[in-house]
Every structure is written in C-alpha cells, then in structure tokens.
C-alpha cells in the first residue's frame, strides 16, 4: 500500500491517551469516509499504534485522525511529534464501527469503553452528513477528558449508563421512527445481546451496524437441551452431557451452530 | 350456516377406512429419485387429508406439544396476522369440505368452532389472540393432522416465522426458526451449490394466491415412528443398527411427505403443510411393481442421498429383503 504524504494542521488532546489530529492531504487522497491507517512515518519515526481517520472535506483534502498512544512505551507523539509533514500508509482491511446509508436519518448507537475509540471517527463522519445520532455508553468511562469531548461534540445526545439492560434498552428502541439505524459495539456477548433485542423489537437486518472487539469464539446450539456453549474439540454438551455432532448449519438467530447428538 | 348439533352420533361418521396400501402416495415416477423441482400444481386446492389415522395422530401431536411445547411449537411475534389467516382459511375448508367432522357458527367476529370428531367446541374472536387457549397456529394444528409452517415473505426473502411441527424428517423448529429458505435448505446435499435452492427460491418467491402446489418427500423410518425429532435422535436414531435382511419388511418404513404450499393473499405469506404416510416395506412389497421400483430406485442413489437420509448403513439389508421379496 503506497505512502500518502500529508501536512498537519491542528493538534487536540481529546482524551488521556487520545489526540485528534487536522490533516491536509498532499497530493493523494485516503480511499474511504473512514478507515484506519497502519503507519505514520515522519524523519525516520514509525508510529504503529491505532490511527482512525474521518474525511471531513472531500474538496479541501481534509481529515480528522485519531491516534491512540496508550499502548505505546517510547511516547513518540509527545516528544517528536509534530512536525508539519509525514507519510500515511491505510490499513485496507479495517471495517468501521458504522456506515452510513443512503437513507440514513438518526443513528443510535451502543458502545462500550472498548468501542469508544472506534466511535469516534463516526460521530464526525455522522456530524459531516447531518445524521442526526444518539449514543448510549455503557460502563465507567474513567477517562473524563473524553466524556467532555463527547459532551461538547453531542451536546445532550449522549448518555451514560453503568450497563444495558434489556427493559430499559427496548423502551429505547421501541419509540423508534423508521429511517432509525443501530450501530452496536463493544464485547461480542453484549453485541450478540442488544442485536437480539433490536431484532424482536422489529429492526431488520439491514437496519443494524455490529461490530465486536475480542474474539467471536464459534458457539453450538445443543439440539437435546437447546443450550448454547462455546466450541470445543470432541464436542460435549457442558449442560445435558450429550455428545454432540457439530454441523455447518448455522442460526443467525442464535449465533450458533446446530450440533446435532452423535450415537455410538 | 354450517353449524350441526354437537351430538355423540355425529361423532360416529366414522372416517372411511380404505386399506393404506390403495391410498398410500408413492413417490417414485420411474427407476431413479434425484433432487429436482418435482412441485406441481395442486389440482383440489386444499390444505387437509383426513385419513383414518386422525384420532392417533391427533392424540399424539397433542401429547407433544403438552410435554415439549417449544420443540413442536415456535412463533416469531409478528406472525400473528399470517397464523390468523391460516386458521380463517383452515376452519372454512373444514366446514365447507368436512361438514361430518367440523361445523362453525359465526357472529359477525365471534366465531364458534366445532370438531365433531373429538367432540370439542371452541368460541373465539378473530383477531383476538386471547379468546384462544394457544395461538392461532398452535390451535388449529391440533385439529389437523397436517404439521403448519408459516413463512414470511419479507424484504423480497422467505423467512420460517412459525410452524407447529410434531411429525419432522429429523430438522428442529427451535433452530430453524426465523431462517431463510437458504439457510434452512443449508443441509441438504448439492442442494446450494448445485443450484437448485435458488431456482426454488424463485419459484417460491413468484407463487400467486389460489395457485397452489405439492410435493412428495421421501426418506425412511425404522419402526414407523413419526416424531423423529433430532431432539431425541439417541431414542430413534440407534435403530437403524437393528436393520437386518430378515427384519427388514417389518421394521424399515417408507416415509413420505405430502407436501402443499399456498400463497397466503392477505400476509402475503406462504402456508407450507406436511402430512406424513407412513407403510412398513413389507405392506409396500404387496404391490409387486412398487417393490422393484423402489428397489430400483434404492440401488442407483448416491451414497450422499442415503447417508443425508440416514439408512446407508442399512441400505445393503434393506435391497436383499426387496430381492427376496420378487
Ligand atoms: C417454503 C417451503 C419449504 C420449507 C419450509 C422447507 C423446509 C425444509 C426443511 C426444514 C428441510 C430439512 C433440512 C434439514 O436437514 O435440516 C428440507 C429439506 C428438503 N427440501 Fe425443503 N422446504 C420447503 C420447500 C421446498 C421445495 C419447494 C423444494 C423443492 C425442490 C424443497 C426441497 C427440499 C429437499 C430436496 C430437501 C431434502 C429432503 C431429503 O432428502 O429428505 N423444499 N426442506
């Protein structure tokens, strides 16, 4: 993947470990609304650690990153960085918490600590289109820093809760007008739980966004005790002890897969 | 006004006893069974077959969904308009086909529902799911001997949203529930890939009200046990080790599902009925031509057929005790 070179314009210090820089692109621009960038090189300096990016003017080149200098132990950032030009180079692969469609009006979305910083580049690629957003953040987000961040970019659409729990989520979720669409973040388990509940309360498919972080570890719906464990080797059911025959067929439903009982 | 006196006379229209092999629905149209689209359209649109076997089969669908509702019985919440409809259009087949059996007294949306057979009554609102001692799908098919699967036709997709299911070929409802034709099909051999699900699909996709179809299913049961429920495999399944040339007539069973779909007008759903025929091999074996078919038909299916179907470990017995038998 080529290297973009590019001019910085502004630097913010948004959160403990999290800064939000203004870039220009030079001559090249980055291929998505948002995506994630795997290098920034400056003088002979590689930062590798977590880049987000959110085009916020397609005419004047401009873009917002979002760099996370939490894991890393040398802080390049605070001592050399800024110098007014460095090189991008995109990571292809990434998937954003959400994309928005055409037809988008309001995004509500759930997200955690963990999912935070994916957010972030959303709520300005959502701000840039006129969405309008809600956000629901669960757990304790100790950082204060970016709870004013949130705070000033979405004035009273953000709220904080100390978990999700499923009366008050689907009172939520059922005062909803169509053209409402769910960005769901944060832990698969909490992910797999808050798409079930939108599913009943009527969201389709398409009008739900998932991302998880953490592994999604490969679950087996028990076809005797309809109990749903994690996939092991020599598959047994932890909970009725049937052994059990693991199929490819798989319940979106559920998120699992049908693991029918094996006899000698 | 169909309504007739609930009286235990009424209940002695015995159903005419026909011996099964004269009324039994042989799948089999020549020498050799592949996966096709063997759908055609249904001549006398109607959703039930009243056989002889009403009153067992009855019983026993409603000592399963009494024992083990949520492995007979499944409904995702917005099927409520299609169960509805299919209880509407199942009472006035009923009534209108089986005066003998059922009769209906309506009053405006107050209807009042009679089974003769099993002198039982039932007074409901329609639309009203709280007027009935179960929703609207589990009521009905527990006058009925057919299994009921509602699908959804949503977002130009079809979708398993409900269905009463006491009698299935080894698939569970409490998985299946909410998939699409797609996913659901997902275990059936070469079906995906070869293509066939998707020319279905559209076929499903593009049905008309009034315009119904059927198929016949097949595949084979040892001991004739209808509830073969992947649930409780470890009861039935051990069986099929039991097979032997000798034993073969008695206890290996020919399958079949008659199968109807209708276009649903009103949820723009369609109603997918199963009854299952059950006749051991060795009642088959009294019509000569039907033994050297089926024989026929077993000796040139591939092994993947056989084993999906569950009976490759007996099969080799099975074509002997067919052999033996002509
Ligand atoms: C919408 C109505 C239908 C429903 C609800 C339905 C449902 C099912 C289910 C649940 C299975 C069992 C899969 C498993 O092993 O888990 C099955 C098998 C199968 N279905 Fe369908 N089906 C429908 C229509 C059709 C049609 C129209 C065809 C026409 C070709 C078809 C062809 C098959 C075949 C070939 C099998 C394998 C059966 C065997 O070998 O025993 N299905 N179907």
Redesign the pocket.
Known sequence: MEEKKCELLRKEKIGHHIHKLEVKMDDAVLSKDCGKIRTIKWEGHVFEHPILYVRISKRRKKYYLFLDESKSECSLLRDRFPCSNFYLQEDEEYVPAYVPRNNDQKVISFIDEQSLFDTLPVIDLLLSKNIEQQIYAAGSLSDNKIKQYLNRQLQENVTYMTSFTSTHISSILSGQFIGTSLSITGTWPVVQELKKLAVSQGFTEEEIQCKGVGPKQKKVFCVKCYSINELKEDMNCPDCHADLDVSD?FSRRLEAYLGYIEIE | MYHMELTSASRSHAIPSQPLIDRFPFPFKEDKYR?????KALESPLVLDITPEYFEEVKSKRDILAKTHNRAYQALSHSMDGQWEILENIIEEMVEQHPGYFGLEKDGDIWTFYNYLLEEQQTFTLGDPSTLPYEPLDFIGRHVQEDL?Y?GHRNGD?Y?DAGQLCFP???SIAF?LGMT?TE??S??PH?SDSG?AEK?RNF?LRMEAGKPWT?L?W?LTVDGVLPTFPEIFDEWGTKANEVTVENAGERVYLRVED?K?FRLPRSYG?L?GIHTHLISVEELCKKQEWAVRFCNVLEDLPDY?AE??GFLSYKPYLVQYLKNSF
């Open positions: 067929h | 996966y096709s689209n063997n759908s699967i699908i079809l398993m070929a080894n698939w299946n034709y659901f099909h275990p059936v079906y066939l279905v499903l198929r299913n595949t199968q779909l369609i997918f057929m999906y179907k």
